[in-house]
């Protein structure tokens, strides 16, 4: 066994160390301890994801020696490893971008707690991605849930506390279905490593029998992931958690949260249910409706918000919809499309709500559009990331969005009776993107009447900025140059059979 | 190449006058003027005498549409017609253009004016020559639009909110009519492989029997469309709102020429591009036979209604062009005959009769038919010409009217087409009676103003000899073609054995 | 050196408002100086014509950003670069008394630079990107009042023309997944075996595209932004909303069409008869609405829409006969909206009038002006002698040759369009020179014509459209020749 094979264990066991530790430390040491971890992890990930493509192939780690099926396993592939480090990295950015802001609004015996919880996060979106056992995962949900609840609540006033009670209702149904779901396959199968299930969920469908529990099975976990991810309809928490939390909490929680969720979905898709199985089940069909409902909704909720924070947690419903339409093709290319999306979404979307908050702190604080105005002549660099983040929404050539759109519809060209509908909806929710994004563009760079507040320069705001600019050419990068990360995911797609 | 000079000579004299930036001294402007026109009649009438048809491309707009002047017969006739109205009208003016001035004053404004007037007058007159002369179809459409716009200062001169309203009725009536014949054009251009205009038409036997459809649908647009010049049914409402607004001596050459410029077209998008053997006998002959005999007796009856003098001579002219149509219509030789030579008559007559109008409003501002009691005593001279005029457009014997009408009738009496040839004649003989019935009060009026008349206030108001003069020419003109009608009949009879 | 004609003007243009020019006027000879380089090397390049692709950027797999030099790529390229210069001295003369203007200028510069890329793109996607960059740049020029009304107009644009773009993108789709390549190739690049029997899909797509290109060329029901976005300074609404940026819509359906799609499969189907009919209505459309606004630059606006959808059923003609129509419309209908635009500027700069009914007797007090505005009039209505009258003939020519029912009623239209078209340019006419009586003079004390920085930019366009009408030959030879494929 290679020594780069220890790393995703490493990994997410160190993020629990650090968890563990932090909340005995103060403020700015339990800072230091969580971006070294991060960078740390970053490192390893990246030198995984090396070390997999080199070898070309997926490897198993056997946690503690034990064999299957008692022991559990972690497993790392290409796509595993580059969703480990693109995770890291949009963390690290969003909690850097974020952190003037964190001060303000959390109490200051409290900022300790935060990066706890931050780190506790971390280690349970690593174990998201690397595991291999179905119940490892169903643990570390929760443990997902629990720290992205207290994220919510950290900023303590009335609406988070009651949109974090909101979400945690919320995810712990879609974790109860999941768990249902979870058990009934444990029962038509006998196992839990996610390799094992496959093979005899395979078997079981090829004799015919079961066909009603297992579309049970299939129907409880997409739905339970789906809530989780707040897909259309089940997305009514997610505008108060991501409107209402500090700034890095609603940065993380969608770009990583539901995006971790989405991406255990993608692995059960392939690892355990197996992704023909999976197709010809109809439920296939209502993920498809509604994340075409989602793009519509999403948007036209968008449409009518008058606050930018809660606009662009809209938007997420909307983004949220492309993917579950991605995955609603039933094709490679769709869910490669998808994967896509994840990163460009992570990457935008952080990049909108960091960008937000700089322009509503040059706007007396108010998110109110009309408060807005001119923002982006008072903060420069925030109004730039901001028309950056906004074009790329809207699939603008040269930004991440663009190359997703360009995916979805070709990918959406290979399902002959999906095809006019995606294509259909893809256009009008483009056009409802622009609606609302370019309105908020345009009105920050109106001019204001009157110099109520005081602008601000990059000096005042020196680390702000640079995560801003990183921002900025993190959307660039993928937009321009974009085969390298869509042969990674085609490569890490073909590693997951 | 006369004829070439003839036409750019008075558009270059008028645009001259135009941006020249001011008049110090009317006398000058006149002079210039009568020089002008002069100039050109001299050089349209050398044309007459030049021997064989002359060629002369201009310029290529693409490479397959030359701009091209040939002189044909019907070219000088039209064009020797055009001038002399031209001229007599054109002496005319110099004496009732004083009244046109806005407060009587010689102030610089008003010989603005005067001179814009003129310069649009030169540049029409350089534009009806070149229709005459036109050699294929882009060229008279190309100056067919000059006119229209050209002529339409003349028509809102006194820029009175009315009269600028019937320049833009005008305007938009013509170029409604220039849209519809452009639509043939796109289809001659294609099917015809030729614009020139030949003798018999362009039309091939082939083309003709593969889009034969489209082709008569073309050829019914283009006549409603270059009728709407010479003020056809459906299209004729924009003539009696126009011409009577207008200064008269314009008047008299919109009546009396430029709406001939529509007859022309007719002429030559019949005879010279669709051809007779092509029309003939179709639904496009019946219809626009209907069409214009619908003109002719409604001009006449709107005519005899009308209690202004200058709108009932308009309303005239409608009826009187429809005449000239009728007898293209009819597409025989005697009806062909007897049309192009009342285009001439009805040229002289007509500007004569315009002008008679328009001295009258000089002299006395009356306009109404009922208020002109007892004018032939006032300017006996005038209203003798008046008279001699009306009895030519009736058509009684001594003068061109009757020939022409004659020759009318018994083309249409001779007419292929079942039920024309007895109905045509009819409404001929009808409209004639009616012409009666609106020309001749005035002189029934004029001379006998009846027993209340108050002779007491009588007084000699014979206008000027500039004025007087024009009129008279014209008259005689109308009268010598009637005593001696055997040189311009053979002329006209030449160019039917080409065309028919 | 492709790609220097696109980047000198964006890096001008941004140079603008970073430099702090101590004078207005150096700002000015440095930004014509660029300019009139860059129109010079565009020229060049034209004149030798580098015979491969320039690829920029790779994006994903056979997608690429990359330039070439094709017969349509001369035709635009040559129109924008020629145009541009004159455009930009008149734009000197009328920002003088607008705001912020070095805003304006880094823009306006900009677009240039932009509008070459969409000319020169020698792909569906880099066109497609170019396409989006425009509406992008071309917002703020839309913007620049900051009134009220401009900000709803610039997002009206922006909404309208990305919306556009979007539907668009799925032609983009279709023509990866079912064509041999994305290049443009004249005569059409599907694959015929690929599409099978989904020629129905296809064609659809064809239309959502066509539409969706139509959008910036105002197509109806997708033409009110235009209109409205004539807000903008006049500079831009002359160069941009009447060359620029509409005519890059017309430039991508001829791309589309012919480069793309090809008329090989599109001839004789539904989709052109669709697409036919709603061009013919937007033809007596626009002219109808133009009628009815007494705005000055907003029926020029309305006259736009009109004379685009001339461009379009050019193009709808789907042959080659028809492809050079349009083509023949597109560079001579610059040339005469330009001028006719610049006049509609010049007023309101010298006289702060906007409305049609405000220009009684301003004929005399403005003679060049009104004498280049009646030519463009008389040009857009189709005198003879005119340009107008050329790219006119020509497209009938192709209507009447291809022998299509619908293109016959498409003739009627373009006549129809003719007279609105005499209708709402001629009152302006003659209101100026031939006022009712009894005007208000006194308010015409002290007006003047403007100056020389507008006065010849407006001479040169009337010079051309004059000598367009009689001396067409060589430029509709080029045409033709690109029209058949010859470059």
């Known amino acids: ?497 | 190449m006369y004829f070439v000079f003839s036409i750019f000579f008075p558009i270059l004299a008028g645009i001259y006058l135009l941006v020249r930036k001011e008049v110090k001294d009317r006398r000058n402007l006149l002079i210039t003027v009568a020089g002008a026109l002069a100039v050109t009649a001299v050089l349209v009438v050398l044309t007459f005498f030049q021997s064989g048809p002359g060629m002369f491309t201009l310029f290529n707009l693409t490479d397959r549409l030359p701009l091209l002047f040939k002189a044909d017969e019907v070219s000088v006739i039209f064009s020797i017609m055009a001038v002399l109205v031209f001229l007599c009208a054109g002496v005319f003016s110099f004496e009732y253009m004083k009244h046109e001035k806005t407060d009587g004053t010689m102030s610089k404004e008003s010989h603005m004016k005067e001179k814009r007037y003129y310069g649009f007058y030169l540049v029409v007159l350089g534009v009806v020559i070149a229709l005459c002369f036109a050699g294929n179809l882009i060229t008279f459409y190309l100056f067919f639009e000059i006119l229209t716009l050209s002529s339409m200062p003349l028509v809102l001169h006194n820029g009175s909110r009315e009269a600028v309203m019937a320049g833009l009725k005008y305007l938009f009536y013509s170029l409604s009519g220039a849209y519809m014949s452009l639509f043939g054009l796109y289809f001659i251009e294609r099917y015809g492989n030729t614009l020139t205009f030949s003798e018999g038409g362009v039309i091939s036997a082939q083309a003709a029997s593969s889009h034969g459809g489209i082709l008569l649908l073309t050829a019914m647009l283009m006549l409603v469309g270059f009728g709407v010049k010479a003020g056809m049914f459906p299209m004729h409402a924009w003539l009696t709102t126009a011409h009577p607004v207008a200064p008269a001596p314009a008047s008299a050459i919109l009546s009396a020429v430029i709406v001939k410029a529509g007859v022309l077209a007719i002429v030559r998008v019949v005879y010279y591009i669709f051809g007779v053997s092509f029309l003939k006998e179709t639904w496009v002959q019946t219809v626009w036979m209907v069409l214009s005999l619908l003109t002719i007796f409604m001009g006449s009856m709107l005519a005899y209604r009308e209690p202004v003098l200058k709108k009932r001579l308009a309303y005239s002219t409608v009826s009187q062009l429809s005449y000239i149509l009728f007898g293209l219509s009819v597409m025989n030789a005697g009806a062909v005959t007897g049309s192009l030579l009342h285009v001439l008559c009805h040229g002289f007559i007509k500007a004569a009769l315009f002008l008679c109008a328009g001295a009258v409003i000089y002299m006395t501002g009356k306009t109404k038919v009922e208020e002109l009691r007892g004018i032939g005593k006032e300017m006996p001279l005038l209203m003798w010409c008046y008279t001699i005029a009306s009895l030519g457009l009736i058509g009684i014997p001594p003068t061109g009217g009757f020939i022409s009408k004659w020759y009318l009738a018994e083309g249409a009496l001779s007419s292929s087409m079942a039920g024309f040839n007895w109905i045509g004649p009819v409404i001929l003989l009808v409209s004639a009676l009616l012409t009666a019935g609106y020309l001749l009060p005035v002189t029934i009026y004029g001379f006998f103003p009846g027993a209340d008349f108050d002779y007491e206030n009588l007084r000699k108001k014979e206008p000027s000899r500039l004025m007087t003069i024009p009129v008279l020419v014209l008259t005689a003109i109308s009268v010598l073609i009637g005593l001696f009608p055997e040189g311009v009949i053979d002329y006209l009879s030449r160019i039917v054995v080409k065309i028919m | 050196m492709i790609l220097l004609v696109i980047l000198i003007p964006i890096v001008s243009g941004a140079l603008i408002s970073l430099v702090p020019f101590k004078k207005r006027g150096h700002m000015e000879l440095f930004l014509e100086m660029m300019v009139i380089i860059n129109s010079f090397l565009v020229w060049y390049l034209l004149l030798h014509r580098p015979a491969d692709n320039f690829t920029l950027v790779n994006f994903t797999g056979n997608l690429s950003v990359s330039f070439k030099v094709d017969g349509m790529s001369m035709v635009f390229a040559g129109l924008v670069s020629t145009l541009w210069p004159l455009a930009t001295l008149y734009a000197f003369e009328y920002m003088t008394k607008e705001e912020h203007e070095k805003i304006f200028f880094t823009f306006y510069t900009m677009t240039y630079g932009v509008t070459l890329g969409i000319s020169l793109a020698s792909n569906l996607l880099t066109m497609y990107f170019f396409y989006e960059l425009l509406t992008l740049i071309t917002v703020p020029l839309v913007m620049h009042t900051l009134t009220r009304e401009a900000i709803l107009a610039s997002r009206k644009y922006l909404y309208y023309s990305l919306g556009g773009a979007a539907f668009a993108f799925i032609g983009l789709i279709f023509i990866i997944t079912y064509g041999n390549t994305t290049d443009f190739v004249l005569g059409g690049v599907l694959d015929l075996e690929k599409i099978g029997g989904r020629t129905n899909v296809l064609l659809l797509i064809y239309v959502i595209a066509f539409m969706g290109f139509g959008v910036k060329a105002a197509v109806c029901p997708f033409n009110s932004w235009l209109p409205d976005a004539g807000v903008a300074p006049t500079p831009v609404t002359a160069l941009l909303h009447a060359v620029a940026v509409v005519k890059s819509g017309a430039f991508a359906a001829i791309r589309l069409t012919y480069y793309s799609f090809g008329t090989e499969f599109l001839r004789g189907t539904w989709a052109q008869d669709l697409l036919m009919i709603i061009v013919m209505f937007t033809i007596v459309y626009g002219c109808s609405r133009a009628v009815k606004e007494t705005h000055i630059k907003r029926r020029l606006a309305y006259s736009t829409i009109s004379n685009l959808s001339y461009i379009l059923f050019g193009v709808t003609i789907m042959t080659p006969l028809g492809m050079m129509g349009a083509l023949t419309h597109l560079v001579f209908h610059a040339v005469m909206k330009i001028s006719s635009f610049f006049c509609a500027g010049a007023i309101m700069h010298q006289t702060g009038k906007h409305y049609v009914h405000e220009l009684d007797g301003m004929g005399y007090k403005m003679p060049c002006v009104f004498g280049v505005f009646t030519v463009s009039s008389l040009a857009l209505m189709g005198v003879p002698g005119l340009a107008g009258f050329v790219s006119k003939w020509y497209l009938a020519s192709a209507a009447v040759e291809s022998g299509n029912g619908i293109a016959y009623a498409g003739i009627g239209c373009l006549l129809i369009s003719a007279l609105l078209t005499a209708i709402y340019m001629f009152t302006i006419v003659i209101r100026a020179f031939f006022p009712v009586k009894g005007y208000d003079a006194s308010v015409l004390e002290g007006i003047k014509d403007p100056n020389w920085k507008m006065l010849v930019p407006l001479l040169i366009f009337t010079g051309n459209i004059i000598m367009f009408g009689f001396w067409s030959a060589p430029v509709v030879k080029f045409l033709s020749d690109v029209a058949a494929g010859v470059y």
């Open chain 1, 1 to 497: 066994m290679d020594f780069a094979q220890n790393f995703p264990a490493v990994s997410i066991l160190l993020c629990l160390f650090a968890g563990i530790i932090s909340s005995g430390l103060k403020k700015k040491a339990a800072r230091f301890v969580s971006m070294t971890l991060i960078i740390v992890v970053s490192f390893l990930s990246l030198w995984t994801l090396f070390y997999t493509i080199r070898t070309g192939q997926a490897f198993v780690y056997v946690m503690g020696k034990f064999p299957a099926p008692w022991g559990n396993e972690i497993r790392a592939g290409v796509l595993e490893a580059f969703m480990a480090l693109f995770f890291c990295i949009i963390m690290l950015l969003s909690l850097e971008g974020g952190r003037k802001k964190l001060a303000d609004e959390v109490e200051e015996g409290k900022t300790f707690l935060y990066y706890v919880l931050s780190d506790l996060l971390l280690s349970s979106l690593l174990a998201l991605v690397y595991t291999n056992d179905l119940f490892t995962a169903y643990v570390f949900v929760e443990i997902n849930t629990i720290a992205a609840c207290g994220l919510i609540m950290i900023r303590q006033n009335g609406r988070t506390i009651k949109a974090s009670a909101r979400y945690m209702i919320m995810s712990l149904l879609g974790s109860g279905l999941f768990l249902m779901g979870l058990c009934m396959l444990y029962d038509l199968t006998g196992h839990l490593l996610m390799s094992n299930i496959k093979e005899q969920a395979a078997l079981i469908y090829s004799s015919g029998e079961y066909r009603i529990p297992l579309l049970i099975v299939i129907a409880l976990m997409s739905v339970g992931l789906a809530i989780k991810s707040a897909l259309f309809p089940f997305h009514a928490w997610l505008p108060d958690a991501y409107g209402y939390s500090t700034v890095s909490s609603a940065a993380i929680l969608s770009s990583l949260v539901s995006k971790g969720y989405i991406f255990l979905l993608i692995k059960i898709i392939y690892r355990v249910i197996g992704f023909d199985i999976f197709n010809s089940s109809k439920i296939i069909n209502i993920l498809f409706v509604f994340g075409l409902m989602g793009m519509i909704f999403g948007s036209l909720s968008a449409i009518r918000e008058n606050d930018v924070r809660r606009m662009i947690s809209f938007s997420s419903v909307a983004q949220i919809g492309y993917i579950y339409m991605g995955i609603g093709m039933g094709t490679q290319a769709g869910i490669a499309a998808s994967m896509f999306h994840i990163l460009s979404h992570a990457a935008t979307k952080s990049l909108l709500f960091i960008a937000a908050i700089g322009l509503t702190d040059v706007s007396g604080g108010s998110r109110k559009f009309i408060e807005l105005t001119g923002a982006a002549y008072r903060n420069k660099w925030a109004g730039a990331a901001f028309t950056v983040g906004s074009l790329s929404m809207v699939g603008v050539p040269m930004f991440s969005g663009f190359i997703s759109k360009l995916l979805f519809a070709q990918a959406a060209v290979q399902n002959n009776v999906k095809m006019l509908p995606a294509l259909i909806v893809l256009g009008i929710s483009t056009i409802l993107n622009a609606i609302y994004f370019m309105k908020t563009v345009i009105r920050i760079y109106t001019p204001p009447d009157n110099g109520k507040y005081e602008s601000i320069t990059f000096k005042d705001m020196r680390s702000y900025t640079i995560i801003l600019i990183f921002f900025i050419l993190l959307n660039v990068i993928l937009g321009v140059s974009s085969q390298p990360v869509v042969d990674l995911i085609g490569q890490g797609l073909a590693m997951f059979s």
